[in-house]
């Protein structure tokens, strides 16, 4: 299994909504990442998570809030978001094996921010 | 963070050899060169990766200037099915962990 599962595929939301993106792999990856990437751009890293734990925060802002209950399960918590914030969001998944790294994407979570 | 420069977009021919450039003039000694690709409506799907040699996989094959300031991403025989979104990738070492920075990607269009 080398699937990396994005849940929902949509989601519109208010700016008043909280809503939950969610991520699954089952590969045994102990890395775990969330970009986010606009239209006709590249993806941009947003959070990775090395053993469960938070590693690295690109200064993204607190109404994004990402947890990871276990080394299979990614989650990215969404509070008083803005439309500016609709894009894709993709979830990926690596073993933690210095420089030779490969991730493994999932298809993402369009979201609309109304 | 180091960056890559790729060109916006190329079009090659079916069953032609295609090769994607890439820039990255300042990359540093422990940086390694990554290829995704990212088809319509999908996740970006890793390709290839190398840090100095030259490599090859089933999909494509990568060289590596000798400065590595500058890669080829080299497509031996394109299909309609290699239309897609290809980003040269450095895979930086930055405060303890691992980070991969995109460059802004070049669109492959692929003709019959």
């Known amino acids: 299994d080398t699937e990396v599962t994005q849940t929902p595929k949509h989601l519109v939301m208010g700016m008043t909504n909280k809503k939950s993106l969610k991520c699954e792999q089952h590969?045994?990856?102990?890395?775990m990442y969330w970009y986010k990437q606009k239209a006709k751009k590249p993806p941009e890293l947003m959070f990775v998570?090395?053993?469960?734990?938070?590693?690295i925060n690109e200064s993204v802002p607190s109404r994004f809030s990402p947890e990871c209950p276990n080394s299979s399960l990614l989650n990215l918590h969404l509070h008083a978001l803005q439309p500016e914030d609709s894009a894709l969001y993709l979830c990926?998944?690596?073993?933690?094996?210095?420089?030779?790294?490969?991730?493994?994407f999932g298809s993402g979570t369009q979201l609309s921010v109304l | 963070d180091a960056k890559t420069t790729q060109p916006n977009s190329m079009e090659s021919n079916e069953e032609e050899p295609v090769h994607l450039p890439c820039n990255h003039s300042?990359?540093?000694?422990?940086?390694?060169i990554h290829w995704y690709r990212q088809l319509p409506s999908q996740g970006p799907e890793y390709v290839i990766h190398?840090?100095?040699s030259n490599v090859n996989n089933r999909m494509a094959s990568l060289a590596i200037a000798e400065d590595r300031k500058s890669s080829t991403l080299i497509l031996h025989r394109a299909t309609l099915r290699d239309a897609a979104v290809y980003y040269c990738?450095?895979?930086?070492?930055?405060?303890?962990?691992?980070?991969?920075?995109f460059g802004a990607g070049t669109r492959l269009a692929v003709h019959p």
């Open positions: 190398g840090l100095t």
């Open positions: 990738i450095l895979r930086v070492f930055s405060g303890g962990y691992n980070k991969l920075i």
């Open positions: 998570y090395s053993y469960e734990k938070l590693s």
């Open positions: 590969m045994g990856h102990r890395a």
């Open positions: 990926a998944s690596s073993q933690l094996r210095q420089g030779n790294e490969k991730l493994f």
């Open positions: 300042t990359i540093s000694g422990t940086d390694y």
